[in-house]
C-alpha cells in the first residue's frame, strides 16, 4: 500500500487556533455568539462553529446589533468597530492575533506622528483582504495598498515612503519591493521599511517545498477563499506538479491514487488538523478498495 503521510507543519496558525478556542469557550456558556466575518476562512470549520452556534454578521449587520457578544477573529479590526461596540453596548470578544494587533499599534503611531506631513505609509497586500482593511482603518483610510511591485505607480518617489506589510504576504515578495523601492527613491526623500511578516507563515514555504518534494502526490487542503491557501499551493505547484488542490474528501480523485507509492497531505494556515485527518482516513479506505 502507499505510503501516506500528513503534513505536521500544516494547518492552524496560533492567531486562528487563539480565535477558535475563544469562539468554543463562549459557546459552552452561551447558546450564541455573532463573529464579524468568517471566522478563518475554511468553509468546513466556519459550519462546524455555526453548528454549535456561532452566528457570522457582516460589517453592515453588525452596525445594527446591540446589547450582545461579537468575536473579532484573528485578522483584526479598524478603530471604527471599536467605537460603534461601545456606543451600542457591544461586548468584544478580541481574538486579533498578537502579531496583526503590534503591527496596528506601529501603523497607528506612525500615521500620528508629526515628523512629515508628506510621508506616504505604504502597505504591502492584498486589496480588501480583512486584515488589510484593519491597517488601513489605523491611518484612516490614507495609507496606500500596492500588491506588487507594478503598483509602485502609485507612489511619489519624491516623497517620504514607509512601509509596511500584511502579516501572511510573501517574504521573498517583500524583499524585492524594498529593493525597488530603494532604488528608485529620489535623493531629497526617506525611506524606512518594516519587516511585519509572521514568520510562522512565512516559514511555511520552505517546509511545503520540502514536504511537496518528498511525495510523488500531493493532496493540498484548503478553503477556496484562503489568500495564505493560493500561495502556498503555488509553491506546492512549482515543487511538485502533481500536487492537487481540494477543500474536502469528497474532491479527492482516486484515479490519482492507483499509481502512487508516496501520497502527502499538507494545507494552509486556515486549515484544520481534523479536516486533513479526514482527507488521510478518505485515501487509506479508498486505497485499502483497489
Known amino acids: 500500500m502507499a505510503k501516506i503521510e500528513i503534513d505536521t507543519k500544516s494547518g492552524f496558525c496560533f492567531g486562528v487556533v487563539t480565535a477558535i478556542k475563544k469562539a468554543e469557550e463562549v459557546l459552552a456558556k452561551d447558546k450564541t455568539l455573532y463573529c464579524l466575518g468568517d471566522i478563518v476562512h475554511n468553509n468546513k470549520e466556519v459550519d ?13 449587520e453588525f452596525k445594527k446589533l446591540k446589547n450582545t457578544k461579537v468575536l473579532l477573529r484573528a485578522h483584526g479590526e479598524p478603530p471604527e468597530i471599536y467605537a460603534i461596540a461601545k456606543k451600542n453596548n457591544i461586548e468584544i470578544i478580541d481574538a486579533t492575533c498578537p502579531v496583526v494587533l503590534l503591527l496596528q499599534k506601529k501603523i497607528n503611531k506612525e500615521h500620528k506622528a508629526e515628523n ?17 482593511l484593519g491597517l488601513v482603518g489605523q491611518t484612516g483610510g490614507e495609507a496606500i495598498v500596492i500588491e506588487n511591485i507594478e503598483e509602485t505607480k502609485k507612489l511619489d518617489f519624491s516623497k517620504d515612503i514607509y512601509l509596511y506589510s500584511q502579516t501572511t504576504k510573501s517574504l521573498e515578495e517583500f524583499k524585492k519591493l524594498v529593493a525597488y523601492i530603494q532604488q528608485n527613491i529620489k535623493p531629497n526623500a526617506s525611506f ?13 514555504i520552505p517546509n511545503i517545498r520540502k514536504f511537496a518534494a518528498s511525495h ?3 493532496f493540498f487542503v484548503s478553503g477556496k477563499k484562503s489568500s495564505n491557501g493560493k500561495i502556498l499551493f503555488t509553491e506546492c505547484k512549482k515543487t511538485n506538479r502533481n500536487s492537487h488542490f481540494i477543500d474536502s474528501a469528497e474532491s479527492i480523485d482516486n484515479e490519482l491514487l492507483k499509481s502512487a507509492k508516496s501520497i502527502g497531505i499538507c494545507g494552509a494556515t486556515s486549515t484544520p488538523k481534523w479536516l486533513m485527518e479526514e482527507v488521510y482516513n478518505t485515501i487509506k479506505r479508498n486505497i485499502e478498495k483497489q
Open 48 to 60: 462546524r462553529l455555526r453548528k454549535m452556534g456561532l452566528i457570522t454578521i457582516n460589517h453592515k
Open 116 to 132: 512629515d506631513k508628506n510621508k506616504q505609509i505604504v502597505i504591502f497586500g492584498k486589496t480588501g483582504h480583512a486584515e488589510v
Open 192 to 204: 524606512k521599511y518594516h519587516d511585519t511578516i509572521c514568520r510562522q507563515v512565512a516559514n511555511r
Open 216 to 218: 510523488d502526490l500531493v
